[in-house]
């Protein structure tokens, strides 16, 4: 009898979202805490889908309020200041978000990239 052994599954990797890790990498620039929030706000209100963890979401919001002041960003305007220290985004619907925002929210769920890099 001969046994034949297979070979162990190659690690698994994520692709696309959760983007936990490109998230937390594009939010080091605070300007990009706008498009990220409106994203995730977006998907986990209106598609139900979570493309990062609720703890990250929280300190976006988090971070949102307390660089309000200095972050510049052409949808930031977008963003009702008064719910950041809810951490709800359950307005942010289709016809609230930037068209960038929302595009590039589809690109992320397509492949796993937010395109264009800067939103």
């Known amino acids: 009898m001969s046994v034949i052994l297979q070979e162990p599954p190659q690690e ?19 300007n990009m805490l706008v498009p990220w929030y409106l994203m995730a706000s977006h998907a986990y209100h209106w598609l139900n889908l979570e493309i ?3 703890g990250l979401y929280d300190e976006i919001c988090r971070r949102l309020e307390a660089e309000w002041q ?8 977008a963003i009702r200041f008064d719910t ?6 359950n ?26 890099p800067s939103v």
């Open 12 to 30: 698994i990797t994520r692709q696309g979202p959760p983007q936990e890790d490109e998230c937390r990498a594009r939010i080091a620039n605070p």
């Open 52 to 54: 990062i963890s609720d």
């Open 70 to 77: 200095m972050i510049e960003h052409d949808h930031k305007d």
């Open 84 to 89: 950041l220290s809810q951490c709800s985004g």
């Open 91 to 116: 307005y942010v619907t289709r016809e609230h978000m930037p068209d960038r925002a929302y595009w590039c929210l589809q690109r992320l769920l397509l492949d796993g990239s937010e395109s264009p």
